[in-house]
């Protein structure tokens, strides 16, 4: 309880800011300042949630969303470890990459969608792919840049001591590029998120980008609020939630602060 | 080394597009693609295209720009500030920015405003979190060194607190633009009727791919532009963000 008063005599502004602020629009939206009909009381937002939530559609666009996020997720680790770790070793390999790469990254992933769409089925299999390429970038990035600053000295040793291929990737290589992986990955996760909405607003009927595209077409403002809630919600869990995950399970590896 | 293997992947989809091995209606030569550039360029309209979206860029990121360094020095200062303002911040910062479209559209109507504020906010996030974290990570020493040295108030700020913190501003400034082109070409892939990104989807839909894949190669190179280029500024405008310490 103390802890608790200590805590809040110290954060009372972060605390008091919020409710501050959604008091003064569900008054504002109350009294006619605020046009209802683009700003609903947060009190009318939270009646549509409630609703959402009961008639179920909500957790079926959430699982869809969630779904889709963890294939992504799943295909930019796999391709985009490997493909890392590969560059990381070999220089040739990297070299060559590193300008095709270069003038991939910068291309919002939503414009892949089309050329995606060409290669493999359209519909959910392209949505996936599409929605994994940046983070397969973030990735394959991170843990190049994690093996290329292993310490020479340190793999010098390693190969001195006789460990070579199979042992020297995976007592010295992985374990000292892992922090970055960690990083990559974090951040990998977070942009799946982000694409993964995007391409649904572009081109899905499910999930919660869709949703919301379809709450602003239909002008059902409340459940584009709703759905917006959502969303944030789900940004901050993936993005917060990991790093309290990592810190907790993984307490030796630490995070590298991204620049 | 270099620029081959690029090379090679070109010659490839050259070679596998022109003997049909895939389908040249989706995936055309790289050649043809290059004469469609050049000749939308002769004609005019792609230029007229790229200005649009460099346009919205350059007006996104100044309205980004300057709220967002003011905002992020000012709770860097200013711990009340920092303490009411931070929860959105955190709140928002991880949410898809395309998101904020749909709202925008509603309030401000189809338009302009709309596609370049959103494309300002994903800027503005990005902008506010780096000049705060300059802030907070200087090194604690300068501080003490300068007001040993009697510089309080704005001569602190002016002398110390900025010059320590401009590097990672700066940093903030180049992932801000970057984040604020791709929210804006997504925007125009989604809602607006004009910009490279608009282009892509409307070759896509009628396909016309030579042109979708022109405009495409376009996106990329602005990017990569604009990624490096900012990348270069900051080493020779920054001189001493490498010797900071004391």
Redesign the interface.
């Known amino acids: 309880m103390r802890a608790l008063a200590r805590w809040l005599a110290e ?1 009372w ?2 605390v008091g ?2 409710i501050v602020l959604l008091v003064a629009w569900e008054w504002a939206s109350a009294t006619g300042l605020l046009r209802e009909a ?1 700003f609903p009381r947060p009190s009318t937002i939270v009646g549509h949630l409630r609703s959402l939530v009961a008639d179920g559609t909500l957790w079926g666009h959430t699982a869809t969303t969630l779904v889709r996020i963890g294939w992504a997720f799943a295909l930019a680790t796999v391709l985009g470890v490997g493909i890392g770790l590969a560059m990381g070793i070999w220089r ?1 390999l990297r ?3 590193d ?2 790469f ?7 992933s ?2 892949f ?3 995606v769409s ?1 290669l493999v089925p359209p519909g959910e299999v392209a949505l996936i792919v599409t929605s994994a390429v940046t983070s397969f970038f973030l990735v394959a990035f991170t843990t190049t840049h994690g093996v290329r600053q292993i310490d020479r000295l340190v793999v010098e040793a390693a190969v001195h001591y006789d460990a070579r291929g199979w042992r020297l990737f995976a007592s010295v290589l992985l374990p000292g590029a892992l922090p970055f992986i960690f990083t990559g990955l974090r951040l990998g996760l ?1 942009f799946a ?3 993964v ?2 391409v649904e ?2 081109s899905a009927s499910r999930g919660l ?1 869709a949703l ?2 379809l ?2 077409q239909i ?1 059902k ?1 409340e459940d ?1 609020y709703a759905t ?1 809630f959502v ?2 919600l789900l ?2 869990v ?3 939630g990991l790093a309290a995950l990592r810190a907790r399970l993984l307490p030796w590896v630490q995070d590298v602060a991204e ?1 | ?6 090379a090679a ?1 070109l010659a490839l989809w050259e070679l596998c597009s022109r003997l049909a091995i895939v ?1 040249p209606l ?2 055309p030569a790289p050649t043809t693609v290059g004469w469609v550039l050049a000749d939308r360029f002769a004609a005019g309209d792609l230029g007229a295209q790229s200005l649009v979206t460099l346009t919205r860029l350059a007006v996104a990121f100044a309205l980004a720009a300057v709220p967002g360094v003011l905002l992020g020095l000012l709770m860097g200062i200013a711990r ?1 500030v920092r ?6 911040i ?3 910062f ?3 920015k ?2 904020l ?3 925008l ?3 401000l109507g189809v338009g302009e405003p709309a596609f370049v504020l959103t494309g300002a906010t994903s800027a503005f996030f990005q902008i506010v979190i780096s000049t705060l974290g300059g802030v907070q990570t200087m090194d604690r020493h300068l501080l003490e060194v300068g007001r040993n040295y009697g510089a309080h108030g704005a001569r602190l700020f002016w002398k110390v607190i900025l010059p320590a913190a401009l590097p990672t501003i700066f ?1 903030g400034l180049r992932l801000g633009l ?1 984040l604020a ?3 804006l ?2 925007v125009e ?2 809602a607006a009727k004009s910009g490279l ?1 608009h282009l ?2 409307r070759h ?1 839909q009628m396909l016309s791919t030579p042109e ?1 894949y022109a405009a ?1 190669a376009l ?2 190179a ?3 532009a ?2 490096r280029g900012l990348r270069a500024l900051q080493a020779r405008v920054l001189t001493w963000q490498d010797d900071v310490g004391v």
Request: proline content about 11%; hydrophobic content about 60%.
């Open positions: 954060h502004i972060a800011s919020p683009f040739r070299e060559g990459l300008p095709v270069a003038a991939i990254y910068p291309i919002p939503v414009l969608l089309p050329i060409f977070g998120l982000i694409v909405v995007a607003i572009v980008g919301l595209w709450s602003w002008l403002v584009m917006f969303i944030a940004g901050a993936l993005s917060y620049q | 080394m270099g620029l081959a293997v690029p992947l389908s989706y995936f009340p303490d009411a303002v931070e929860p959105y955190a709140f928002i991880p949410v898809p395309i998101t479209l749909p709202f559209l509603i309030i940093t970057g082109l791709v929210t070409v997504a892939f989604i990104g892509v989807y896509w979708m495409f996106v990329s602005l990017g990569l604009l990624t």
